[in-house]
T-cell receptor, first 113, second 114 residues
Framework: AQSVTQLGSHVSVSEGALVLLRCNYS??????LFWYVQYPNQGLQLLLK????ATLVKGINGFEAEFKKSETSFHLTKPSAHMSDAAEYFC???????????WGAGTKLIIKP | EAQVTQNPRYLITVTGKKLTVTCSQN?????MSWYRQDPGLGLRQIYY???????DKGDVPEGYKVSRKEKRNFPLILESPSPNQTSLYFC?????????????FGEGSRLTVL
């Protein structure tokens, strides 16, 4: 069965520093991959998704993620963290032909002034 | 404005008292789903619906019921709530039943069962 692992339940970075949130999936067949963000007291919203076009995917708010098949990874990055990026980030995957999303446990991003 | 609306946003109830959390979307989406979010466990799917009158169990359906009589509404029913159903609940909808489609989420309903 498909699974998703997000390394680190909490990641802390200084404002202006690089943000790297890790996501690994278990499928041997390239799936659809997503990153969602949850700001405090809000629902989740889509940051970006990979659906087999370019392996480097650009999303909203300056975030991007790179699909690496050999590493079964889809890590999320942002060159320079902003205080407004403080939120919880979820990686999710769905198998092609399967209609359900499998979710990672989430990573809370903390931004230090 | 395109949105998914859940009510109530906050609810405290007691064990065994039936409750319903409503969910409505105004985007004409076919697919709707309920999730619960618990610390360290991410999102777990409770039930989903591919279209009107079509519902299926997700990963954690025990203790919950749903119905999909109209395309826009997908209420979550707790017939006899128990403390282990204390959680943050999200309703979501999509044009497509997962796959590469974007999910649109409501703002969440925080339920406490005493």
């Amino acid at each position: 069965a498909q699974s998703v692992t997000q390394l680190g339940s909490h990641v802390s970075v200084s404002e202006g520093a690089l943000v790297l949130l890790r996501c690994n999936y278990s499928s041997s067949v390239p799936p659809y991959l997503f990153w969602y963000v949850q700001y405090p007291n809000q629902g989740l919203q889509l940051l970006l998704k990979y659906t087999s076009a370019a392996t480097l995917v650009k999303g909203i708010n300056g975030f991007e993620a790179e699909f690496k098949k050999s590493e079964t990874s889809f890590h999320l990055t942002k060159p320079s963290a902003h205080m407004s990026d403080a939120a919880e980030y979820f990686c999710a995957v769905s198998d092609r032909g399967n209609y359900q999303l499998i979710w990672g446990a989430g990573t809370k991003l903390i931004i230090k002034p | 404005e395109a949105q998914v609306t859940q009510n109530p946003r906050y609810l405290i109830t007691v064990t065994g008292k039936k409750l319903t959390v409503t969910c409505s979307q105004n985007m004409n989406h076919e697919y709707m789903s309920w999730y619960r979010q618990d610390p360290g466990l991410g999102l777990r799917q409770i039930y989903y619906s591919m279209n009107v009158e079509v519902t299926d169990k997700g990963d954690v359906p025990e203790g919950y019921k749903v119905s999909r009589k109209e395309k826009r509404n997908f209420p979550l029913i707790l017939e006899s709530p128990s403390p282990n159903q204390t959680s943050l609940y999200f309703c979501a909808s999509s044009f497509f039943a997962g796959g590469d489609g974007e999910l649109f989420f409501g703002e969440g309903s925080r339920l406490t069962v005493l």
